[in-house]
């Protein structure tokens, strides 16, 4: 495992562009899982600067609002359009969001090459909240309070925001064949340190990608 030092947001979000671009560039048919949320907005602005061919690029998000429209400004359908989709060459038969037979589409493309992820204060990656078993699959779940108000800030009241969703399940993240976290703020490095150099535990899931033989954790104080 590598953890990677970066003294700034721009800095970490430029570096973790070029590494999907040069995933991009050395293998154009690759299999990208790709994350939402704040902290990998830079990434995205940066990675759409990048003059790449993402015509056999298929894309596999991490996780999808469950009884929300595609077009909702805050579902993830339309994050990934505003931030990503809509700048480059990809088909839109070659992206994918979590559904009931996600594991078996990714299984049949031949696994993910990269997989992006992010992180929670308690150590949730994706929707995998603490308590979830590591060896879980793409799975509709019930989200916590605390994720609930967490994501209120994105819907104009707390009762618009959507209580159940779709995730990638922690083990289907786990057989991708290369992993990057990307982490941001002073406030992320506790979860971090008991994360990656605390004891596996489902209590904080992202503790088991510290066995992932090729995990690398980028950090920006």
């Known amino acids: 495992m590598m953890i990677t030092l970066f ?26 899982g790709l994350p939402t949320g704040s902290t990998p907005i830079g990434m995205y602005k ?11 690029v298929k894309t596999f998000n991490l996780d999808e609002y469950e009884n929300i429209s595609h ?8 994050y990934m359009r505003r931030n990503l989709f ?3 060459n990809l088909k839109e038969g070659n992206i994918h969001f979590p559904d009931n037979e996600y ?11 990269v997989t992006i992820l992010g992180i929670g204060h308690n150590g949730h990656i994706a929707f995998n909240e603490p308590g979830s078993s590591l060896t879980s699959r793409t799975r509709k779940v019930k989200l916590t309070e605390e994720t609930i108000q967490a994501n209120s800030r994105f819907f104009k009241t707390i009762d618009e925001v ?10 289907t993240i786990r057989e991708s064949k290369r992993i990057i976290l990307i ?11 008991e994360c990656f150099n605390g004891n596996v535990t489902k209590d904080r899931p992202a503790s088991i990608l510290q066995v992932h033989p090729k995990i690398e954790v980028f950090y920006a104080s």
């Open 7 to 32: 003294e700034d947001y721009k800095t970490m979000s430029e570096c973790v562009a070029s590494v999907a671009a040069e995933t991009i560039e050395s293998n154009p048919n690759c299999k990208l």
């Open 183 to 193: 982490a941001n703020g002073s406030d992320k490095w506790k979860i971090l340190d």
């Open 103 to 113: 594991d078996k589409t990714i299984k049949d493309e031949g696994g993910l090459d």
């Open 162 to 171: 959507p209580k159940r969703a779709f995730t990638m399940g922690m083990k």
């Open 46 to 56: 940066n990675l759409i600067q990048f003059d790449l061919d993402w015509s056999n």
């Open 71 to 78: 077009v909702h400004p805050e579902s993830y359908h339309m």
């Open 86 to 88: 809509l700048h480059v």
